[in-house]
């Protein structure tokens, strides 16, 4: 593939092709970025086979398989996870028929073993955020956040013309992230930061066809490669409605997910996981180092189950990021906010609202599913014998006090 520059900035490179030089002249990162925006506003139905690869600490965790979604309000996503630190592949299947958002978890074999279901309108705030998961304007929109273009390239593929806009990591979101590393005593981490990106627009399709995301030293960090798009075909409504297998558990995250409040559940020491052992479980910390059970033995464990969708989550994390900068100095006591999200996903999350408390990655939500979490937020407190003692679901505005409190009883 031979790539030419059209564009630096302001800059016109003129380049080898001369055929190409009136286009050069024409196009340029922000009018590219224009076209890319008015195109994605025309797009009513879109579908497409995915495939994301994430690189860190020498492993390769793979995300692929088919995303559909209709406008308003629907979409489909059957999605595969491999490359995980146990070996195995996990799958999944997500619906959102614009009123339940359900998530199907299955074997590694593909046997449907549990469902989850969220009750939740559209128009909220975490159907907008489900919506937006899938949605190629939402995304774009995203990736202008954070990014700024700064300069467009050409190449020729197939016999159509890829437009690639690089883009950078504004100053902003980089001191945001730096400033998280530095308060996880992980400067090292720098060589986590996606300061570039490239996005390479299929001129042809008029669509997304790669995303490549690169630190600083030019290491790709992840690539999103999109293939069998298609874009304002018809889809039926069937394919946007589920139905529980017979025989699978379902989890209902309606109460506590969309609650104001933590409702009138069992908490704290009077949960039923109370007295039981944390049973073994194996994450991935910001660096992409393992993190396992053993390395909060004789300590006082804090962990933390949400999901960055999550409205409640949303409201409890800042609660629980203050209470870290208080006790974070204290060699007893570890924390853990674990989700089960992308790693992008969950590090842009915590770099744009400026938390310093320390993610970890539950990939497959195999740790969330062995001590039976069916709510988020969900906060269990393990002592240092290793047994739960405590534990939170839903939004708890004085969760500081409780946990301060629990420390404290814990110590004695």
Known sequence: MQIRKLCVSAVIVVGVWTGYAAAAEEISPAMLVKEIQARYETVRNFSATIRQTNSMSGMEITVSGPVRQKYPDKFRAELAVSGLPDGQTVHSLSVYDGATFWQEQRTPEGKSVRAMKVLTAPDSEQGKMLLAQFSPAAQFRGVLETYAPVQVEESQSDGYRVQIVRLQMTEAARKKIEQRLQAEGNPAGAET???????????????????????????????????????????????????????????????????????????????????????????????GQLFKRAQIKNKIAVIDFWASWCPPCQKELPLLDQWYQEWKTDAQVQFLAVSAEEKDVVAEFIAQNGYQLPVFFDGGAAFARQLGVESIPQVVVVGRDGVIAAVYVGLHPDIGERLTADIQRLKR
């Open 193 to 287: 930061i996606p300061e570039k990106m490239s996005y390479y627009w299929n001129t042809a399709g008029a669509y997304c066809e790669k995303i490549e995301v690169y630190n600083a030293q030019q290491r790709r960090l992840s690539q999103v490669v999109y293939t069998e798009v298609a874009q304002n075909k018809e889809l039926p409504d069937e394919l946007f409605s589920y139905t529980p297998p017979e025989g699978v558990e379902v989890m209902d995250m309606s109460a506590a997910v969309g609650a104001p409040d933590a409702g009138e559940s069992p908490q704290g020491a009077e949960h039923p996981l109370v007295g039981k052992p944390c049973p073994d479980f194996t994450l991935l910390d910001a660096r």
